[in-house]
Structures are given as structure tokens and as C-alpha cells.
């Protein structure tokens, strides 16, 4: 089986002979952007139109009412794994447009990936990692044929057909959505300081009994200057811990 090295290897030299820059100046409507950018791309990744995808899949909404997804991408001729909203090149991709991708995936969940694009914008989607019946609110992969560099061209190589897991996108997926709401949970918790986070820190200090006026002086304390003082510390206690004498840093 191939390597995503060797697929992204691929990927670059298809990229290089693609004339995709004069194709997005070219195209004006949906049915242009979906011919010129949207099914090469898709080639690109070696998918064809007889085997793999087709346009205007018609999902049953409630009330009998049909609906259709621009297009989809099977299989083996099975069920649709991935569900394509595409839209013109020459609009930007909207709130509206996402909601309108979930609407399709609530209705059609044995789908388990999304994509949405203009034609030169692709956002990836995936279900939520603490809820598999909803898509996520925001693409954890976003591939832009303006500006992309070798390593965006290795995290489009996952969806290649030569390598593509849908278990393995997931668990890909999965670990951005969480590491996301990691961090912005964290970011909420210190900053503004709670009450039980200012509690637990006047314990650690040993205090006896807090006060209105202690409260809101931790309450000040704990900011950008506090917090990165605690980051070197915590750091060094990481480097010390570990047998390795690595570091922790961002990257």
C-alpha cells in the first residue's frame, strides 16, 4: 500500500500540472466550478465519475420531502460515505452553507464524512467527538488551492482512494475536534478566573479563610503574566519528570 509521503509525492506533481489558477479566473456559475475545480480535484485524488461519485443524490427528509446533495462520493457503488455541498467559486463559503451540510448529514447518517466548497475552498468535516449523530460546526481540515504548501497536500493525501480509511480520517478528525475543545475549555477555566478555580489556588496556598477581598485579588493575579510564569515552571517540572529531559513546547 502506499505511503501518504507517496501519495502527497503524487498529489505534488498532479498539483504542478493543473492549470487550476487559470481554471478559478475561468469559471462563473456552479455547473463551471463543479466542471472545472471541483471534479478535477477530486480526480486528482483518483476518484472518477463511472465508479466512485455522482451529482444530484436524493436524501428523503421528513414529511416525505426530497432533497438533493450536489454530489457524493461512494464506494464501490455502496452507500455514500461522503456528502459534497458545492457552490459557485465566485461566493464565499457561509455559516448558512454549513448548516445547510449538517441539515444533509442529519438526514443521512450513514454518511460519515462532509466536505463543502466553492471550488477552491474545501472544508472537511466529521462528525462531533463527543457526539457521533452531529456534524461538526467547523471543518477540522481545510485545503485552499490559493495557498497550500507540501504538508496541507500530505493531509489531502488521507482522502486519496489509494489510502482512504474511514476509520483512520475519524480517529484524525477526532483528535483535532477534541484537542480544539481542549484548549478552548482550558482557556475558559483560567481566564476569567471562577470561583472554584480562585478556591482550589487560595487552598494550594495554604490560606485558612477567603475573603471578599482575597477573592478578588487571585481573581487579578491569575492572568496572562501569572499564567506564563507558571508555564517555565511547569515546564522545568516536565523536563525533570521525564527520563528523556524533553521539553514540552507548542509544536
Known sequence: MATIKQIGNLLEKSFSKWEYIKAIKLNE??????DCLIEPFFNLLGYNKMEHYSHEFSLKFAKGSVKKVDMVITLNRKTPIMLIECKRSTSNLT???RKQLAEYFHNHK???LG???NGIVYEFYSVMWNDSKKLSNYPFMVFDLRDFTRADLEDIANFHI???NTRDILEISEEKYFLDDFNNALTQTLYPAGDELIKLVFQKMNG??????ISEKLSNLINS????NSIKKIKVLEGEK???RIYTTAD
Open 29 to 34: 456559475d456552479e455547473s463551471q466550478t463543479s
Open 95 to 97: 455559516d448558512t452553507n
Open 110 to 112: 450513514e454518511s460519515k
Open 115 to 117: 466536505i463543502l466548497t
Open 162 to 164: 489509494k489510502v482512504f
Open 208 to 213: 485558612k479563610r477567603i475573603t471578599e477581598k
Open 225 to 228: 503574566v501569572s499564567l506564563q
Open 242 to 244: 521525564s527520563s528523556t
